[in-house]
């Protein structure tokens, strides 16, 4: 491992992502060469200051007591409330049932978003962490060769589907390969392609995580990453290529797929 694999599986390393035969990767250069370990340790001592820091602040005590006191119904409304409920009773409460479900639903669907979109973001830190894995010399492919027609069928046992595989070597996008990849326990098709000196995986597997989520655009520490569904299929695709390239590869996949 050189220096600019250990700098790029760095931050994995401190925020526990990466595997143990990695992490013992980076730990081992770590201990040769001094820069790097210098960059290992102020970075691990600045995030255990992090997760030491009392950044938390409690409300003062005049807003518990404006809140307190705001809450507090004048007695003509309690009066008038207590009214409400001997002359109306049974019309509140069928009315109370009924708004009850109301929010007991929207509630769950509210839950039910959360947590896709929390399952979604899990799934896009993991295709980063696989990403950066890749970088590292002899994990990047699998099988090499610009021809799609050996790509392709080189996935054949190995994951649940047979991933497109598109060349687009003409457009500025070189097809490298691919290889066999494990994305939230698993099996999943990455396909590698190069743009200049960026290198893009593009993953493909019939449904990973949150499929039903929707698209996603975002960046994750520094990589971009771009995720759709097509044909039955997600993808996704992650790069340090700048976020509009990016993008013009994501259009020509789809573009290239609905042709097909």
């Known amino acids: 491992m050189n220096c600019d694999e250990f700098e790029s599986l760095l931050h994995a390393l401190i925020d526990g992502e990466l595997d143990a035969g990695h992490a013992r990767e980076v730990e081992a250069h770590a201990a040769g060469c001094s820069a790097c370990a210098d960059k290992l340790a102020s970075f691990r001592a600045m995030h255990e200051a992090m997760q030491a820091a009392a950044l938390k602040e409690a409300a003062p005590a005049h807003l518990r007591s404006r809140v307190e006191a705001s809450l507090t119904a004048p007695a003509s409304r309690a009066g008038a409330v207590h009214s409400f409920f001997r002359s109306s009773r049974r019309g509140f409460f069928g009315g109370f049932a009924l708004g009850s479900a109301l929010s007991a639903a929207v509630a769950a669907s509210l839950v039910l978003a959360v947590m896709r979109d929390n399952q979604q973001q899990a799934i896009a830190d993991e295709i980063v962490s696989a990403h950066i894995r890749s970088l590292q010399a002899g994990h990047l492919m699998d099988v090499e060769t610009s021809d799609q027609h050996t790509v392709k069928p080189w996935f054949n046992g190995k994951v649940d589907v047979a991933p497109p595989v598109v060349d687009l070597t003409a457009e500025g996008f070189t097809l490298l390969g691919g290889r066999l990849d494990y ?76 042709s097909s």
């Open 183 to 258: 994305i939230d326990g698993e099996p999943v098709a990455a396909v590698v392609y190069q743009r200049r000196k960026h290198l893009i995986n593009l993953f493909v597997a019939q449904r990973l995580g949150a499929s039903h989520a929707g698209a996603l655009s975002e960046t994750i520490q520094g990589y971009n990453v771009r995720h759709w569904s097509q044909d039955g299929l997600d993808f996704w695709a992650t790069s340090d290529l700048a976020g509009d390239e990016l993008n013009e590869f994501v259009q020509k996949i789809q573009a290239a797929l609905r």
